[in-house]
């Protein structure tokens, strides 16, 4: 996970190990990779399947934004 998050410069977003599935059952996943993006506000928006490079940073700055 460490690695990940200085591979992708994730450092100022809050990243969370979910070793036993908790949290990803309260957001209904069932397969990974999948991806659980938050709002300031709250509003969930979950991704289901790999994102690219700039997948990723486009939905980061699309959070950053708000």
Do not use: C, K, Y
Not at 26 to 49: E, I, M, N, Y
Not at 50 to 55: D, F, I, V
Not at 56 to 62: A, D, G
């Amino acid at each position: 996970m460490h690695a990940f998050v200085d591979e992708f410069g994730l450092e100022n977003m809050t990243t969370i190990v979910d070793d036993d599935g908790t949290l990803w059952s309260r957001f209904s996943v069932r397969v990974q990779p999948a991806w659980a993006f938050v709002t300031a506000d709250g509003t969930l928006d979950v991704h289901f399947g790999p994102l690219s490079r700039g997948e990723l940073n486009e939905r980061l700055s699309t959070l950053a934004a708000a």
